[in-house]
């Protein structure tokens, strides 16, 4: 919560300087709560982009969690849970929460996993809230540097978590083009969606690659 937090804080300024009130931001995130996301919408209010453009860049930067809450709902679920309680759960689901809960959920008792869940999501989620109006009210008086590097913080968490949840070679194989793609996808696409870009097209090719490799071992047994 702690390093995650420290990446708001540069996501506050940023909202301060789009002319922002400290209530809409501290709305952000509880409301929108993905750190992207919300670093691309006070970024394209700072530049005055049409909100129509904003509302499809946000949804399509958000898209990518719909994947991650299919993966993770499964091991949540719980006997007799409903659709309100697996879409609340759903709203919490960010690389965070998802990244740390599928390294620990699987070790942790079916009946418990929910609870665990919601109290790591929510102080991840208090924690940010915080963090982003305290970078809001300190708008201005941190060093541009300083400010940079507060932002590179959160990325290099979530980065760390991905690879500490990878589990077989095909998570592998998606880390090592993402890396790859990266650069090219910073040249070539607008900016917000490099992160959709490079996951949708490293991911696929680990996928296509994991699927030939099975194909091959099973025509060999």
Known sequence: MWFMSLGFLGTGSIAHDAGQPLGATLLSSPLVWAGPAQLLYFSALAANTAVFAIMVAVFISSARL?????????????????????????HHIAITSWAESMVRLPSIPKEARLSYFFGFSHTLMFGSTLAIGAGWLLSGNLPSMLAAGLLLVAPLYFATNIVASARNPMDWMAIGFALLLAPVAGALVPAGFELLVIGLFGGTLAYVIQRILNVRKAASR
């Open 66 to 90: 719909m994947l991650l809450s299919m993966s993770l709902l499964p091991i949540l679920k719980r006997e007799g849970d409903r659709m309100p309680m697996l879409l609340y759960a759903a």
